[in-house]
């Protein structure tokens, strides 16, 4: 309790000196003044705007930097996130399960439209690079105003990751000074404390948010038992924006975000000893490992963003950190795998980012830019291991250490584009453009990509779309950790073959069509297809005990689906619908092969195989309905089973969880409201299996959490 207490002592301390700002606080200066086309010389009918009206309109300026021609889209605003039932605690990547063609994987994984990772984060336009981690457990979604996924066929402008660009516009101060102090607890010694302070004085506004995560689920139990064993987490998370108004048409601004979890990682109980280890403890079981990883990521942002003449622009330089800690039990890992690696893998990103817009008579906007991008990815581990014969079986029950740390590279990306939103008439809107990448890392590789979209507006009510998309993708620096095959010959962490060879680039023709359809007031109702022709195509697998995933690429890959979503809203009733029909498939290892059987190699050389991550059918829904001011809410997720078994050939078995949620605000004594949220997930307290420790990149089974409940309290200022 005492660690707990001093990691409050900084939230406590935070949320006094808002307090006390606030309190202080001049109230905002004189509105910035600028002339309008019939102003006077002497400013006598000057158009008097306000900083807020200064900050809106400069949000409508970024916006037309980013065009959705073609491309599906789905929108989460903060209303919909505050009515899951965990509120603005939900992680990231729970919120994201809410749009259609989102599958959940173990480990806050997500994957859309039969991709494994290949989400670009966005923050107000800015391109995030991707932690190693990634950014499901990354980010907070306390820093949500609202945030919008695309996936299909994707303008020029979006390049690299490109199977869902996740964009997140940021909760900002250009509202009244205030902000929130919050926790939730409850099952699994969930303690989750949050602040938030947001507001603007003159020019300038800012919001920050800070929390700090702890209870005992924070990596799925490797077993259907309620309770995992030495599953302990610890996860502390701030955000910043701060803006300056330079003038009426320009702001600089500054972003920066900081992630350090801590995980144990969960111990398989009554496991058997595979290795003979001098001086071992006798009767070593399995539920006494101490496997320990850490996470860290850094960013910062800062960004130029305004209008010049007609032209909109936003110029932003960003740097990120992100490093990963595994540390191992080096003698439980001897006894049970063999192999007791410590691994530090790393990476700083440093990127160069340049977007503008240019309409051109009536009918054009022409949009265009430049992303440069410096990486310096590295990877150190340190190995005990037991001598082997060619066999693989040890020779002597005392461990020698082996170093690797030959993957220290330098990576660079460079990326341009043009495109042209075509008003072709009043109702079809063509969007046509083309852009150049090059990637510089173990390979040097680049592409150029046409993209073609179209938007029909059939009528008020009916909305189609359809486009063309030639995507690059590299390989993600960050994950790429060249191992010396040679180093662990006669070892037993031999690998399964001595075949090797670079990542890399994915390249595929993409297609995507789709319908909005409003029925009457209240429902809107939308279909999409799409399919996906893909040459050395990336998938991501786990190929050992630290929870990092390694990069390989199929010859071939196939990927098509069907997604249905719903949405209804009326009066004090809204409720969700999303239906998804998908198949992922590949043919033929062709990088990373030494992670692989020589029997599943020659197998997968002749056959498409599923994807690990394929799951045919999945679907989300959700009602909520307000009760003289009490929200009532529920919502499920279900799918088929994500792959597993010999490579691929089955799956685990189907799973459907269901949420209840209840939340109300109370006007108690001075200030903002207090809110009471409780909820109850997994309510049918399921024992679901997500992955079964077998199938291609799979290392160890995990089991979604047992029911769990939970009280949000969150007072407003």
Request: with cysteine; glycine share 10%; net charge negative.
């Amino acid at each position: 309790m005492g660690s707990n207490r001093s990691k409050l002592l900084p939230l406590v301390a935070a949320v006094a000196l808002a307090l006390s700002m606030q309190a202080h606080a001049a109230d905002p200066a004189p509105a910035s003044t600028t002339a309008d086309d019939s102003a006077s010389t002497d400013g006598s009918n000057a158009k008097t705007l306000s900083s807020v009206e200064v900050f809106g309109k400069l949000d409508k300026s970024r916006n037309q930097l980013s065009p959705e021609i073609g491309a599906s889209q789905y929108l989460i605003n903060k209303q919909a996130i505050d009515q899951l039932p965990l509120g603005n605690a939900t992680p990231l990547n729970q919120v994201l399960l809410q749009a259609p063609g989102v599958v959940q994987d173990s480990y806050g994984q997500l994957h859309v439209r039969g991709d494994h990772a290949d989400l670009q984060y966005r923050i107000d336009g800015v391109i995030i690079p991707e932690s190693i981690a990634g950014f499901g457990q990354t980010l907070d979604t306390r820093i949500i105003d609202h945030v919008q996924l695309l996936t299909g066929a994707l303008p020029a402008q979006y390049g690299y990751r490109t199977a869902g660009i996740v964009d997140i516009t940021t909760s900002t101060g250009k509202d009244e000074m205030g902000g929130s102090i919050g926790v939730t607890a409850g099952s699994f010694g969930t303690l989750n404390p949050e602040f938030s302070w947001h507001g603007n004085q003159d020019r300038f506004s800012w919001f920050f948010t800070g929390n700090f995560d702890e209870n005992d689920l924070g990596i799925e139990n490797p077993t259907a038992q309620r309770n995992a064993i030495h599953d302990h987490t610890d996860q502390d998370k701030s955000f910043g924006d701060v803006s300056y108004l330079l003038n009426d048409n320009t702001r600089v601004s500054f972003l920066f975000g900081t992630t350090d979890n801590r995980f144990q990682i969960p111990d398989n109980p009554n496991q058997t000893p595979n290795y003979d280890l001098a001086n071992a403890p006798a009767n070593f079981n399995s539920d006494e490992l101490n496997e320990n990883q850490r996470e860290v990521t850094r960013f910062g942002v800062l960004a130029l963003q305004g209008k010049f003449g007609d032209s909109d622009y936003q110029i932003s330089f960003n740097q990120r950190f992100t490093g990963v800690n595994f540390t191992p039990d080096p003698v439980g890992d001897l006894i049970f795998n063999g192999v007791a690696s410590t691994i530090d893998q790393f990476n700083r990103a440093d990127t160069l980012q340049a977007d503008f817009s240019t309409p051109l008579g009536q009918s054009h906007t022409v949009r265009y830019g430049v992303y440069v991008e410096s990486e310096h990815p590295a990877t150190d581990s340190s190995s005990l291991v037991f001598p082997a014969d060619a066999s693989g079986d040890q020779t002597s029950d005392v461990p020698i250490n082996i170093v690797d740390d030959s993957a220290h590279i330098d990576a660079r990306t460079y990326g341009v584009y043009v495109q042209d939103e075509w008003q072709l008439s009043n109702k079809l809107t063509m969007n046509y453009g083309v852009r150049a990448d090059e990637s510089e890392a173990y390979l040097d590789q680049g592409q150029v990509s046409p993209r073609l979209g179209f938007v029909y507006n059939w009528s008020k009510d009916t909305t189609f779309h359809a486009g063309y998309a030639r995507y690059f993708t590299p390989p993600p620096a960050e994950l790429i950790s060249p191992t010396d095959i040679a180093l662990f010959q006669g070892t037993t962490n031999q690998l399964p073959t001595d075949v090797n060879a670079e990542t890399l680039a994915e390249r595929s023709n993409y297609f995507d069509a789709g319908v909005s359809q409003k029925v009457g007031d209240h429902l809107t109702l939308g279909l999409d297809t799409y399919y996906r022709q893909v040459h050395d195509l990336l998938d991501l697998g786990q190929f050992g005990a630290a929870l990092i995933f390694s990069p390989f690429n199929y010859d071939q890959g196939r990927v098509r689906g069907e997604e249905f979503s719903a949405t209804y809203a009326s009066g004090n009733w809204t409720t969700y619908l999303n239906v998804s029909n998908c198949l992922a498939e590949g043919k033929d290892v062709v990088t990373g092969q030494y992670n692989f059987t020589p029997a599943e190699l020659a197998y997968i050389a002749n056959h498409f195989v599923h994807l690990d991550h394929d799951q045919r059918l999945s679907s989300s829904g959700g009602i909520t309905y307000n009760w003289n001011g009490t929200r009532l809410g529920a919502d499920f997720l279900t799918g088929s089973g994500l792959r597993d078994g010999f490579a691929n050939t089955e799956h685990v078995p189907s799973d459907v969880v269901f949420n209840l949620s209840a939340q109300r605000d109370f006007n108690v004594g001075p200030g903002g409201p207090f809110s009471v949220g409780l909820a109850v997930l997994n309510v049918a307290d399921r024992s679901y299996e997500l992955r079964s420790g077998t199938g291609i990149g799979v290392f160890a089974p995990q089991y979604g959490p047992r029911r769990g409940e939970f009280v949000t309290l969150t007072r407003k200022f």
